[in-house]
């Protein structure tokens, strides 16, 4: 799934960046060398990211 449109960042990649040690949307994007541009999914993202470290 599609999470940041403006990106092209799914939710798999926020996983595994997650698991790379970011803990915020923003540390999540920059490993991808991206970053968040109009917003819209931070909050989404944000949700992932609280599901994946509690599954860590
Ligand atoms: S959808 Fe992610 S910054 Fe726009």
Redesign the pocket.
């Known amino acids: 799934m599609v999470?940041?449109?403006?990106?092209a960042?799914r939710e798999k990649d926020i996983r595994a960046a997650v698991r790379e040690g970011a803990c915020t949307p923003s540390s999540a994007y920059a490993r991808m060398g991206r970053r968040?541009?109009?917003?819209?999914?931070?909050s989404f993202?944000r949700e992932i990211i609280q599901a994946e470290r509690a599954t860590a």
């Open positions: 999470v940041c449109i403006c990106n960042i968040a541009r109009c917003g819209q999914c931070v993202a």
